[in-house]
């Protein structure tokens, strides 16, 4: 049973944040729309969920939801498989499709996300970008903004062939890139080279806010993002997806299959039904998400604990921090979640070494699908300021419980 005093907390905070959700709601009615209009553009029937074998050619089902998926995202073209293990396996396709051997890389938002260090380079292994002679650069932001100086700087004395922007904060501390900020850095760079490829890993940031990155102002050249997160609305059991630049996605599709063949190939087994369920609902799981976050803010900071971002703070990412500073808080917060998870509520967490991470991680995740992280999920590296990325909620009521949960499993002596 969940203590009264838990529920009385939680019931005052939501009193506290009602303008905030509000604010969510109107953005679920907007991104609705958005992918309503795309279903309707694109015709969607009952035989689009027909499923392919072997090669997969003449796949319709998997042909019109690239399609949709470009409509919704503001894409010339996507591609969206199955065939993607996860997102960090879509942004390693699309790196070594868009680069070259004495091509660089330059990443403006700092070191990527943990599982690319061997991608790159970053650490050894003899099948990295580097291992083919491909170079890497990396600026770190400044103040939770990018560092125009040396943006500038790097431009212009060396030839880059690709910029990588990580919208998502990933395990480090940093604030998560709104589009704000990222309209305003692809029109500075346009201004000193137009050639340069501005690619985005946009996971966790769908439908978060009201554009994609390919709508914007100054749009980017090629987004990348999983299916087991924001878009696959917790009913796509894998795949990820690449919008952008039809010259650039029929790259990614060369390197993801064979070339000469690229799309045309790739069988969907059965899962096409799934993906286009996963995006019809993904504006409604987000919304979801974001007020499980929200709520999540709210709660920790009246507990007394750092929280990033704030509840009121406007938002890029799915994504909330807590910051314990302290292990075996970071520790119990995450069996906490995983208590209140529908599956296997019974285990419990604890640090573990994982592949492509150099510290121990604990993750929280009773998901329906492995590893999904929209459905409500909590990990973080063993290591200091110890902090809790949590992230989904498939809806928000299993959320709050799950967080009510993993509170009281903080006040457990």
């Known amino acids: ?40 553009k694109n015709n969607i029937s009952e035989f ?25 995202l503001g894409g010339e073209d996507s591609l969206v498989r199955s065939q993607f293990i996860s997102g960090s396996h879509a942004l390693t396709v699309t790196l070594f499709a868009l680069l070259r051997p004495n091509d660089t890389l330059l990443s403006i938002t700092g070191k990527p996300y943990d599982t690319l260090d061997e991608v790159i380079g970053i650490v050894d292994n003899p099948s990295s970008l580097k291992s083919f002679n491909i170079k890497y650069e990396q600026i770190d932001l400044i103040d939770n903004d990018f560092d125009y100086e040396k943006i500038e700087k790097i431009l212009k004395e060396k030839k880059i062939k690709v910029i990588e922007i990580q919208r998502s904060k990933g395990y480090s501390t940093r604030k998560s890139i709104t589009l704000d900020k990222l309209d305003k850095v692809i029109q500075f760079i346009r201004n000193i080279n137009k050639e340069v490829i501005v690619m985005i890993d946009n996971c966790y940031c769908e439908f978060v806010e009201e554009k994609s990155p390919l709508e914007i102002d100054n749009p980017a050249d090629i987004i990348v993002g999983s299916l087991i997160k924001n878009l696959g609305g917790g009913l796509a059991p894998n795949g990820a997806y690449v919008s952008g630049k039809k010259n650039l996605i029929d790259l990614v599709a060369d390197r993801l299959t064979v070339p000469g ?32 976050a929200v709520l999540t ?12 971002p704030k509840y009121n703070e406007k938002r890029a990412d ?7 500073h302290d292990k075996e808080k970071l520790i119990k917060y995450c069996q906490g979640i995983q208590k209140g998870s529908p599956i296997d509520s019974n285990v419990k967490p604890i640090p573990w070494d994982m592949p492509g991470y150099t510290d121990q991680v604990i993750m929280a995740a009773g998901t329906f699908t492995q590893g999904s992280s929209i459905e409500l999920s909590c990990d973080g590296p063993i290591r200091e300021p110890y902090i809790a990325y949590q992230q989904g909620g498939l809806t928000y009521n299993y959320g709050k419980l799950a967080v009510m949960y993993a509170t009281e499993e903080l006040n457990k002596e």
Do not use: W
Not at 264 to 291: D, H, M, Q, R, Y
Not at 297 to 308: A, C, F, I, N, R
Not at 318 to 324: E, G, P
């Open 48 to 72: 689009h969920f027909n499923s392919s074998t072997g090669y997969g050619y003449n796949d319709v089902g998997r042909d019109i939801i690239e399609k949709v998926f470009s409509d919704v």
């Open 1 to 40: 049973m969940i203590k009264k005093e838990t529920i009385d907390l939680f019931e005052k905070c939501e009193k506290e944040i009602r303008e905030e959700f509000k604010n969510i709601d109107k953005l679920c009615d907007i991104n609705s729309f958005k992918v309503l209009e795309a279903f309707r």
């Open 318 to 324: 799915i994504v909330q921090n807590i910051i314990f």
């Open 297 to 308: 803010s709210k709660v920790l900071e009246e507990l007394g604990y750092d929280v990033e």
């Open 261 to 292: 063949e690229g799309r045309e190939v790739g069988p969907t087994l059965g899962i096409n039904k799934s993906i286009l369920e996963g995006i019809f609902f993904a504006p409604s799981v987000v919304a979801s998400s974001l007020k499980t």
